[in-house]
């Protein structure tokens, strides 16, 4: 291994669209480059965009345009990227990336994966990596030792500009999220024509917005519904918002919740899969029961109404966020857990 380099690690993500796991292989390759003797190569699925946002700090970047299990080009373009690179650390990112893993020899396979996936795509993966206590449960109570499953949750930034922007005269509501039926925008929009001091943003894209629109139209919501484009910076948004609201239908992790805690914003979220298990009601969030439009609207106004309770949820949000959720503490738990496993060169 080249001199004052300690560990080498190769991070396939085999997704082309946007989407929270997405995000956190950009935010988690960005963090780990900036640590002392690691080498960092990354292969992605052919992506413009992404390619130019990563490209900003990490010099190695392979592409694979057509990237699919029955295409023998992908097998070997991976098979000849880890010959040459000769890393100790090789983690795949969800189903597509990891089904493509070659057995390791004398390197470490690891699979990260964020939902209730087919393990059958992870044969080749000497360990796991979990973002979920319950995730990590599902992958032993399927066979695997637990000794080789690790649970590390995600991290989001800080605050980027860290300063509460001037609001309008209406209550402002914030939702960031893919326009995809299980994210749930769909409910959150059923209950703004009963929300009439409310004004609602939401911010991200996706194959279901004529759906969002043609609801937006039913409920003449033209002037307190706003979309916007995904941005990288979410920071104005959640600074210039009253309330985040999560009503997913379906959601493993639920990084929007823990951005939420780390703006000083209370957040709201459907009592189902990660967001269910973040937050602890009343305590650092609100829960309605999942599908519920009218729980949602009871929530949101009995919420808006309690000041005492808004400065408590945004108090202990914030402190899970720095106490379980930092940056620093993730990436430590990930470079520690890399080091243990490890195959020395």
Known sequence: ?????????????????????????????????????????????????????????????????????????????????????????????????????????????????????????????????TNTEDLKEYVIESGWDPNKVEYIPNFVKNNVSNKKLKKSTFKEIICLSRFHRNKGIDILLKAMPYLKNFKLKIVGQGSEKNQYDELIKKYSLEKNVTFYEWTNNISDFLNASDYLICPSRHEPFGNIVIDGWAHKIPVIVSDTGGPGLLVKNNFNGIKFKNEDIFDLINKIKLLDLNKVLQKKLIKNGYNNYKTKFSEQLIIDKYINFFEKIKCAE
């Not at 080498?8 to 960005?30: D, T, Y």
């Open 1 to 129: 291994m080249a001199k004052n380099i300690e560990m080498k690690i190769l991070s396939i993500l085999g997704g082309a669209n946007k989407g929270g796991a997405e995000k956190f292989f950009e935010r988690l390759s960005f963090a780990i480059k900036t640590r002392k003797n690691i080498k960092l190569e990354l292969l992605i699925r052919k992506n413009e965009e992404r390619y130019n946002l990563l490209n900003k700090q990490i010099e190695k970047i392979h592409q694979i345009k057509n990237f699919y299990f029955f295409n023998p080009f992908c097998h070997k373009k991976i098979e000849d990227i880890i010959k040459k690179f000769q890393p100790n650390i090789v983690l795949s990112w969800m189903n597509r990336a990891s089904s493509f893993l070659p057995v390791s020899k004398g390197w470490v396979n690891i699979g990260r994966i964020g939902g209730y996936y087919k393990l059958k795509n992870y044969v080749n993966c000497d360990y796991i990596i």
